[in-house]
């Protein structure tokens, strides 16, 4: 039922409450109310309120919105936005960018309805959103039933993007930002990227005129208490005497396979270099000199994010380096050990057509469930039973780790570590500075060769 009899009260501020301003109306005599983080969102919605009764709309008697207001919500709802958000950026973004636009839509989605009633159970919802709602190149195959039935569960029940504006929902979104799938708060890394993907996503909506402004933008409210930010722990972190002896027992772990690998983990170590970064190298981008430090000029890479991702349906993507331009550079200076390492893998194995150092014995890129096979056949090998029990090398992304800490710990300046390993310097300090395991009498050292110069003077 519509009326005219439409009253606005001025806007009131509480004197305390997360949202404290409050916007009054009354239509035909029924008082609404809505709280809003600030003041002008506040302001901005009752002025929408005031110009709707000004241009002759008549008001909802049971919502309380003008009828512009009730066409807006129910146009277009939080899950429409979401999917049409997820095909305009498709194309723009990497396949990294892709998964974590749909992780994010994927927790926060399921927060955002109006009614549970026939929810399908949570695995399956998530599923559904994940891998075909949020998925450009999947969304229109065919669909198990329970998927189909699950999407369009959450199609009817969702939320107007409208509704963001009001603090409960907007709150419930980064709720779901900050919670694990167990319920305990997310680490603040991974809080911090989810949040940034919905703050875009709640950006695109004010592009759109869905929203008239970020609700994000002032809200006073903070995360649950969350783990720390994702620091290396010194526990898995070997020193060179450790990796030496890993990398040895790479070679005898598997007669085809591993010998393949030392090099590989080599550059991991000793370059600092990323998984994807070493599966791009190229002959060309190395100056192995016969005597001497050597250079790696690093362009490319090439992660593995999965076939639903990538838009030739390869398992790898190709890309530049991570958070750079695609085009830049990185130069990396590697010690004489590293270079008389590729050396000998390129006199044994040979290059690929396109120059690549490493691949299969069939010449395919390699994935990382063969070589971290590899890896946890070597760790026995080398480590003693209680170091294979620990953290210590467990993966073979902690050769990065220690090989960043390597050269922290011998005293280069963290600006420049931060240059050869592609971090800024504010990561590199948070994360990665930390001690090697098995290298306190490096230090023991330097303190006591400060002490005996102290006793001089």
Not at 401 to 410: E, I, K, T
Request: proline share 5%; hydrophobic share 40%.
């Amino acid at each position: 039922m519509r009326s005219y009899n439409v009253r606005f009260w001025k806007i009131y501020k509480k004197k305390s409450g997360a949202a404290p301003f409050q916007v009054r109306w009354v239509v035909d005599g029924k008082t609404f109310p809505r709280h809003f983080v600030t003041m002008e969102l506040a302001d901005s919605f009752r002025s929408q309120l005031m110009q709707a009764a000004r241009r002759g709309e008549g008001f909802d008697t049971e919502t309380g919105l003008p009828e512009s207001m009730t066409r807006a919500a129910n146009g277009v709802s939080w899950y429409a936005h979401a999917c049409e958000y997820v095909d305009a950026r498709w194309d723009r973004v990497s396949g990294r960018q892709r998964i974590s636009i749909a992780e994010t839509l994927t927790a926060v989605t399921p927060h955002l309805v109006r009614d549970r009633r026939g929810a399908p159970d949570a695995a399956t919802l998530r599923s559904a959103l994940y891998r075909w709602a949020f998925n450009k190149q999947r969304r229109e195959l065919d669909k198990p039933p329970e998927v189909e039935a699950a999407l369009k569960w959450i199609a009817k029940v969702a939320i107007s993007v409208t509704d963001l504006a009001e603090y409960d929902n907007i709150t419930a979104a980064l709720e779901a930002c900050a919670t694990r799938l167990d319920g305990k708060a997310a680490a603040a890394g991974y809080y911090s990227r989810r949040r940034r993907v919905l703050y875009n996503v709640l950006k695109y909506a004010v592009t759109k005129k869905r929203l008239t402004s970020n609700p994000i933008d002032g809200l006073d409210w903070k995360a649950p208490e969350q783990d720390p930010l994702e620091e290396v722990d010194p526990a898995i972190v070997a020193s060179p005497t450790q990796v030496r002896e890993l990398l040895n027992a790479v070679s005898y772990a598997g007669w085809r396979r591993g010998p393949r690998l030392v090099a590989f983990f080599a550059c991991m170590y000793f370059a600092m270099m990323r998984p994807g970064e070493v599966i791009a190298l190229r002959e060309q981008d190395c100056h192995l000199p016969e005597q001497g430090w050597g250079r790696l000029t690093l362009g490319n890479s090439r992660p593995i994010v999965g076939r639903e991702w990538t838009d030739d349906g390869q398992v790898h993507e190709t890309r530049g380096l991570k958070g750079r331009p695609r085009k830049a550079k990185r130069i990396v200076p590697i010690p004489p050990e590293l270079v008389g390492i590729l050396r000998t893998h390129i006199r044994r194995y040979g290059v690929a057509k396109d120059g690549r150092l490493f691949r299969t014995e069939r010449g395919a890129l390699l994935q990382a469930t063969a070589y971290s096979r590899t890896w946890r056949a070597a760790r026995p090998l080398a480590l003693t039973p209680a170091q294979v029990e620990s953290d210590l090398a467990r993966r073979p992304y902690d050769l990065r780790h220690a090989g960043v800490s390597m050269r922290l710990n011998a005293g280069v300046p963290a600006t420049q570590v931060a240059e050869w390993a592609g971090h800024s310097v504010e990561v590199l300090l948070k994360i990665y500075a930390k001690c090697v395991d098995g290298q306190d009498h490096v230090w023991r050292g330097m303190l006591d060769r400060a002490l005996e110069d102290g006793e001089s003077t």
